[in-house]
C-alpha cells in the first residue's frame, strides 16, 4: 500500500468538514473537543500528516503507519477529558502518544523475532527513478539504517525538520528544547550520523 | 577570510549529509480514503462517548473490569470527587444482596431440620 501524493484536495469532498472550527485558536478548540464532536475532527485534521509522517518514517511501513495512526488519535480521543493544557502544542501529545505506541510495535518485533522489512519500503520510495544507480541505492540503505541506530529523539528531529519541514524553533516547541538547542542537536546529529557511515566505509 | 574557508571545508561533509537526508525523508500524506475513514471513526466514537451513557448495550462488558460498560461509562462521568459515593454504594447494595441469600440459604435448612 502506498501513501498518497495528493494535498488532501479530494479529503474535503469526503469529509463533511466544519468550517466555523478551521480558524478557531488551538486552546479554544481542544476545551470544546472534550465535548464536542467536530471539534476533536478538527484536532485531527489539523494533525493526522505530521503524526502520520511521524509514524510511517519511525517504523518504514504505510499499512502498519495508518493502523498506528489511527491508534494514536483513538487513543488521544479516549483522554481527550483528562488533556490538560499547558501551553504546549498539542501536537507535542499526539507525538508522545504516537511515540509509545512505535515503542510497543519495534519491542513486539523483536519479541517475535520478525524479519525487519522496515526500510524495504522508505528506500523503494527514495528511489523512484529507474536510473538510480546500485550504488546510490546501498548508499540510502546504509544512511536508513545509521539513522536507526540514533536515539529515538534524534530521529524525530530529522522527521520534524525534513518531513514536516518545521523550523527549529517550532521543534524546539514540540520537544520541550529551545532553538538553539535544538540546533545544537542536529549538529551533533549529523557528526553522529557521518562517524557511522564511515566507521562502515561509506561517506 | 581564510578562516571562512577553513569553516566551510569543515562543514562542506555535514552540509552534504543535510543534503542527503533532505533528499531522503521527504514530507509523505497517508492514504486520502484512509484519512477521511478515520476521520468518520473518531467522529463516530465521540459521539457515542460524549452522548447518554444508557444508551449503550447492557451485554457489553468492559474488558478490564466486567462490569456492564454503560455502568463504567456513568461512574467515568461522575466528578471524581463524586465516584466514591458511587463505589461505595454499589458495594453496600451488593454486601446486601449477598447477605439476603446466605440468609434465604440459612432459613431453609432450619426449616429442614425442622
Known amino acids: ?203 | 577570510m581564510k578562516e571562512n574557508r577553513e569553516d566551510g571545508l569543515t562543514l562542506a561533509p555535514y552540509l552534504a549529509l543535510s543534503r542527503d537526508l533532505s533528499a531522503l525523508i521527504t514530507p509523505v500524506s497517508p492514504d486520502d480514503q484512509f484519512r477521511a475513514q478515520l476521520y468518520g471513526s473518531l467522529l463516530d466514537r465521540a459521539r457515542c462517548q460524549q452522548s447518554q451513557p444508557m444508551l449503550l448495550p447492557l451485554t457489553e462488558e468492559d474488558p478490564e473490569t466486567r462490569i456492564p460498560r454503560r455502568v463504567v461509562r456513568w461512574v467515568a462521568n461522575v466528578p471524581g470527587q463524586d465516584r466514591r459515593w458511587v463505589w461505595g454504594a454499589a458495594a453496600v447494595g451488593s454486601a446486601v444482596s449477598l447477605a439476603g441469600l446466605v440468609t434465604y440459604v440459612w432459613h431453609r435448612r432450619g426449616n429442614r431440620a425442622a
Open chain 1, 1 to 203: 500500500m502506498f501513501h498518497s501524493m495528493t494535498s488532501g484536495e479530494g479529503l474535503e469532498t469526503q469529509i463533511s468538514h466544519n468550517h466555523r472550527y478551521a480558524d478557531m485558536a488551538e486552546s479554544q478548540l481542544i476545551e470544546l473537543a472534550k465535548r464536542d464532536a467536530e471539534a476533536f475532527g478538527e484536532l485531527y485534521l489539523r494533525n493526522v500528516d505530521r503524526i502520520y509522517n511521524y509514524v510511517y518514517y519511525r517504523i518504514g511501513n504505510a499499512a502498519e503507519a495508518e493502523d498506528l495512526t489511527a491508534r494514536t488519535f483513538h487513543q488521544a480521543l479516549g483522554n481527550i477529558e483528562r488533556y490538560v493544557d499547558q501551553g504546549v502544542p498539542f501536537a507535542a501529545w499526539l507525538y508522545r502518544i504516537a511515540h509509545n505506541l512505535v515503542a510497543n510495535y519495534h519491542r513486539t518485533r523483536s519479541r517475535w523475532q520478525l524479519t525487519s522489512l522496515e526500510d524495504v519500503e522508505l528506500i523503494g520510495r527514495a528511489a523512484e527513478s529507474p536510473e538510480r544507480s546500485a550504488e546510490t541505492h546501498e548508499k540510502q540503505r546504509a544512511l536508513w539504517s545509521a539513522i536507526r541506530r540514533q536515539p529515538e529523539e534524534r530521529q524525530r528531529l530529522l522527521i520534524l525538520k525534513f518531513a514536516d519541514r518545521l523550523s527549529n524553533d517550532e521543534i524546539g516547541r514540540l520537544m520541550g528544547r529551545t532553538e538553539s538547542s535544538i540546533k545544537s542537536l542536529y549538529f551533533r546529529t549529523l557528526k553522529s550520523l557521518r562517524a557511522d557511515l564511515e566507521a562502515r566505509e561509506w561517506q
